[in-house]
């Protein structure tokens, strides 16, 4: 898929004397810097109709233009799969992910991921970065994401993003009775030892802020409203298990299901053999690219963490047993 791309505009003052291709960035932000430099490279883009180097300056007034075709980003190919598509317009599409679902392809899952139903729903979406996906949620976590349709859009979202002004909110339910809310403001990084793993890292680690509060407090676990303030792989679920609270079902994170002492069996099977981590992305809010005003989408929570709440509330009751663990 290819499309044409016909783009003018005047160097401003305050950009006068700088390189070609910082100005490009600045007057074609829809555009990634990495492509720009490559239209430079190549002659689609020229200075008052002369060809010149991405390092070479450029002067006050000068037009810059561009004269290009937009050739796809990515190679997957779209494939037939139901999409629970929550909204969509010209500018995005809002989509509730099911659990077990990958977002795009990597090694051992080629196919079958989100980024493929989306390509067969929108096939333009294989001219943006990444499929237009400009967040992404964990195989197993389920919930919420937005996907931008433009190049417009996708810009405006990674800037939202970038300045934290994105709302996620999500449903956690952890091991261990908490008895209050909290923020974690812990840096995250890769695992220095497990490669697979994230974790806690003073030194190097990138920001990475949670906060969360309690929403239902069971005899042995928690359910918690989580709020990201910025979006580092497996957050929630590092901080979390950061402060001895890891999700259930999260074996990377939180090791063995811990079985409360007393537990029945319908509480025990329904730990040992919940098949994920108990993580929802219940809402969503962002300002919307075209309209420019606040949006916000939310979804219920699946089936399988409704089912795990009601053996909660049925077998472990707050206060009801002893609390200390096995």
């Known amino acids: 898929m290819t499309e044409k791309v016909e783009l003018q505009a005047n160097v401003p003052q305050e950009m006068h004397g700088s390189r070609l291709d910082q100005v490009a960035a600045q007057l074609f932000p829809q555009y990634s810097r990495s492509r720009l430099q490559e239209w430079i490279r190549t002659g689609a883009v020229s200075v008052d109709g002369q060809q010149c180097r991405p390092r070479d300056k450029v002067t006050q007034g000068a037009n810059v233009q561009i004269d290009a075709v937009l050739e ?5 190919q779209g494939q037939d799969i139901a999409l629970d598509i ?3 317009d010209e500018a995005i599409l ?5 659990a077990g679902l990958v977002v795009h392809p990597a090694a051992g899952h080629a196919e ?8 067969a729903h929108a096939p333009e979406l294989a001219l943006l970065p990444r499929g237009g996906i400009v967040h992404r949620l964990d195989m197993e976590t389920s919930g919420l994401l937005v996907v931008a349709r433009t190049l417009p859009a996708h810009h405006h979202l990674v800037e939202q993003l970038q300045e934290r002004t994105v709302k996620r909110e999500y449903c956690a339910l952890c091991i261990g009775a908490m008895t209050g809310g909290g923020t974690v403001d812990a840096p995250i990084g890769r695992h220095p030892r497990q490669r697979k793993k994230m974790a806690v890292i003073a030194m190097g680690g990138k920001p990475a ?4 509060r309690l929403a239902q407090r069971f005899g042995h676990h928690t359910r918690i409203t989580v709020n990201l303030e910025t979006g580092r792989t497996h957050q929630i679920r590092v901080h979390m298990a950061h402060r001895n609270y890891p999700l259930i079902g999260d074996p990377l994170y939180g090791g063995r299901p811990r079985i409360p002492k007393g537990a029945s069996d319908l509480l025990i099977n329904t730990l040992r053999n919940f098949p994920r981590q108990a993580l929802h992305a219940r809402a969503l809010g962002f300002i919307h690219p075209d309209s420019e005003e606040f949006v916000q989408f939310e979804c219920p929570l699946p089936d399988d963490i409704r089912a795990l709440i009601a053996v909660l509330e ?4 707050p206060h009801a047993r002893d609390t200390t663990l096995y």
């Open 112 to 119: 079958g991921t989100l980024v493929n139903a989306l390509l």
């Open 86 to 88: 929550v909204h969509e």
């Open 94 to 98: 809002v989509i509730n992910k099911p």
């Open 314 to 317: 049925a077998e472990d009751p």
């Open 72 to 76: 796809a980003e990515v190679g997957w």
């Open 209 to 212: 802020i949670t906060h969360y």
